[in-house]
């Protein structure tokens, strides 16, 4: 991780309830607080810690006792020193890389309910899209069926499905994927030389930052909290700081935590990458599953300049709220997976024709095209995304309220929100304990990932992901499982601080 300095006043800001009134010396409070906020992901690891002088003034405290906080977490392995960086923020052994229980071996019994992916099943309609579809066979099968730019049709549908949406695009600024991961994995090997800074959110879609390493990528952490979204202080100083070749963020019902990004937020972020010669990667994969409100118009929109100053693209209108005229260089990604079904493997990127052609130029080393069967069933589906979304919106709805409601009756320790949108909630436990909840889950026949698969470097044991998307027979065995789950690996009867020292 590329060492991103942290302000004292927005550390401060992380710490203000950090005097829970225990009887424990201040700088053991403030070594445990901090602790907290780093297990959280909400001071992202890598990060450089304030001075000692200048946190104390931050907190009204003296210089003692941040130094003997700091202390302590260098002790715990929470904070490294290093010649030049200062105090820099880490996990201890036992944390980092922690092996998720998901891809642990051993054979579980009975009738498994795997919540390792949200998902759906398919949607209405599908079935008679693929009989739809076999009409087109006879002509497509007159071409050799090595297609790496995407069918005609279905690049239209898609161009007007963003149009629809506020964002004027036109057919040759997409490009067809297979699946969204794909299109990840292809614009990291494009847009990422070895040694690049990479700003990635905390916690984020985990196969996405595994993509960016594999292609050389140094990662810089920004926050993501599921009750305040991102830290615009934090993200604005991570991208002047690290001048990232590429941020990849998802703001609009981010994948785990389901906050979305506001106007505010995705103005500073498009300014300052305008500025940093940034590309934004806008991952939209969750994006249109809405359940409460309107979606905001797609971040390319709020640049003002279309795809990554693609000409013909028009720019977001003055009420948008967004930047306009910022020039930042923003590729959208899109997929059919999440609102379709999961088998469809179709997913697009929309970009300027200039990076959509270094992307067709390195596309043949990974792969040699998206199948065609595959997309002659999307571009009938496509149009119909809107009547779709509609259809799933209410199931969405029921399966939210079940859940967070039984969570909340049954586990009130727990912190649980009612996300907007989305296919999860992103659960706070209270204690560090992710993997052996979902260890004891597991035994009961219930596979959750746990907090930890999100984070770029480990940490989030404090908080687990819960899919909402299954049948309802089967969010009451989830919930069951889960509240005797709680009860084995100590439950509410274990206070913070025993949990804390449980992992030092």
Avoid: C
């Avoid at 026949?445 to 698969?453: D, E, H, I, Q």
């Amino acid at each position: 991780m590329t060492p991103v300095l942290l302000s004292s006043r927005s550390v401060a800001l992380l710490l203000h309830e950090w005097r829970d009134g225990s009887d424990a010396p201040a700088y053991e409070a403030l070594a445990d607080a901090i602790r907290v906020l780093v297990i959280d992901g909400r001071i992202p690891l890598g990060a450089r810690m304030p001075a000692e002088r200048g946190l104390a003034e931050a907190l009204g405290v003296s210089r003692t006792t941040v130094a003997n906080a700091y202390a302590r977490l260098r002790d715990s392995g929470y904070l490294v020193s290093l010649r030049g960086s200062g105090s820099v923020v880490r996990l201890p052994r036992d944390l980092a890389g922690r092996p998720d229980p998901e891809r642990l071996g051993g054979v579980v019994s009975g009738d498994v309910l795997d919540l390792r992916k949200a998902a759906l099943h398919s949607a209405p309609g599908v079935a008679e899209a693929v009989e739809r579809a076999m009409r087109h066979v006879p002509a497509a099968l007159a071409g050799i069926g090595y297609d790496t730019v995407g069918d005609p049709g279905l690049r239209a549908a898609i161009a007007a499905r963003y149009t629809a949406r506020g964002l004027p695009t036109d057919p040759s600024e997409i490009v067809v994927t297979i699946g969204a991961q794909h299109a990840i994995a292809l614009l990291a090997r494009v847009l990422v030389r070895r040694g690049d800074a990479v700003l990635v959110e905390s916690p984020t879609y985990p196969h996405a930052h595994e993509a960016f390493r594999e292609a050389g990528g140094r990662l810089v952490g920004v926050p993501v909290d599921a009750r305040s979204g991102w830290d615009v202080g934090v993200l604005e100083t991570a991208l002047r700081r690290s001048a990232p070749a590429v941020a990849y963020v998802m703001p609009e019902l981010h994948n785990p935590t389901g906050a979305t990004m506001s106007a505010s937020v995705r103005s500073v972020l498009l300014s300052v990458a305008a500025s940093t010669g940034t590309t934004v990667i806008a991952d939209e994969t969750m994006g249109e599953l809405r359940i409460d409100g309107d979606a905001a118009v797609p971040l390319a929109a709020f640049a003002g300049s279309g795809a990554s100053g693609a000409s013909g693209a028009s720019g977001a209108s003055a009420g948008s709220g967004g930047s306009a005229g910022s020039g930042a260089s923003v590729v959208m990604i899109g997929s059919a997976d999440k609102v379709f079904w999961g088998g469809l493997r179709i997913g697009w990127i929309r970009a300027s024709p200039d990076l959509l052609q270094r992307l067709l130029l390195a596309r043949p080393t990974g792969d040699l095209g998206t199948p065609v069967l595959d997309q002659l069933v999307a571009r009938e589906l496509v149009p119909l995304t809107h009547a779709v979304l509609e259809a799933r919106r209410g199931y969405l709805r029921q399966g939210r309220d079940e859940v967070v409601g039984a969570l909340r009756a049954r586990l009130p320790e727990w912190d649980v929100p009612s996300p907007a949108g989305g296919l999860t909630t992103w659960v706070g436990l209270g204690r560090p304990v992710s993997s052996a909840l979902v260890l004891a889950a597991r035994a009961e026949g219930v596979v959750l990932a746990s907090g930890g698969v999100f984070g770029p470097d480990g940490g989030f044991e404090r908080f687990l992901r819960v899919p909402f998307t299954m049948p309802p027979a089967d969010r009451v065995r989830l919930v069951d499982v889960l509240e005797r789950a709680w009860d084995r690996v100590g439950g509410a009867s274990s206070g913070v601080q025993g949990s804390l020292a449980a992992v030092v």
